[in-house]
Every structure is written in C-alpha cells, then in structure tokens.
Nanobody, 125 residues
Framework: QVHLVESGGGLVQAGGSLRLACAAFGRTISSYAVGWFRQAPGKEREFVAAITWRGDITRYEDSVKGRFTSSIDNAKNTVYLQMNSLKPEDTAVYLC??????????????????WGQGTQVTVSS
C-alpha cells in the first residue's frame, strides 16, 4: 500500500505559476500510474492530468492542455504538476491518486485506489 502526500499549493495571482508535488511513501512510485484531480467547492471532482511511472504517457484535461505539465522523478519517488498561466477557475483542492501501473492511466477517479489529502490552490484575479 502506498501513502501519498501533496504539497506546493498556495495563493497566486492570475497568470502565475505553481508546482505541486505528490510524494509516495511505503511503495515505489514505479509501481503505479498517477493521476491529478481537483475539486472546487460545490463541484464534482475533476480530472486534470495523469502520468505513467515511466513518464512516457501523459494525458490532460482539455482546459489545462498547454498550461499544465506532469512529470515524474523516480529517484525522489515523486510526481509533479507544473501549472503555468493560472486562471481563477483553476482554484480548487488538488489531489493526486495512484493505481497499479499495469492498468495504465485513467481520467476516472473511481479507478484509482490510493489518494492523498489534497493541497489548496487559490488563483486571484
């Protein structure tokens, strides 16, 4: 079983950048595919991005394509989400999740087995 811990959230002005980190404990991150999701108050959880442990397959939700990039550092057992050109509508709690690597990436939150606690991202206009 893997334990995930997100960090890097905060308050930023529109147009700014943040880099979120998802550190894995207990198991090597190479055993998993990792997804990023976000949830704003009163809204359903939304897929943002996903990456395989090799970093060779990534997928993104349409509204973040070209602005967000996910990467993986196997040596640090950590997945990153670089967020550029942030918009107020990106404001949400961001969560990372993991599923066994052999199943590949998924945009469905129900298909992930392990979740972090989330980190708040607030983008001011």
């Amino acid at each position: 079983q893997v334990h995930l811990v997100e960090s890097g959230g905060g308050l930023v002005q529109a147009g700014g950048s943040l880099r979120l980190a998802c550190a894995a404990f207990g198991r090597t991150i190479s055993s998993y595919a990792v997804g990023w999701f976000r949830q704003a108050p009163g809204k359903e959880r939304e897929f943002v991005a996903a990456i395989t442990w090799r970093g060779d397959i990534t997928r993104y939700e349409d509204s973040v394509k070209g602005r967000f990039t996910s990467s993986i550092d196997n040596a640090k057992n950590t997945v990153y989400l670089q967020m550029n050109s942030l918009k107020p509508e990106d404001t949400a709690v961001y969560l990372c999740a993991a599923r066994p690597f052999q199943y590949g990436t998924s945009s469905r939150s129900s298909e992930y087995n392990y979740w972090g606690q989330g980190t708040q991202v607030t983008v001011s206009s």
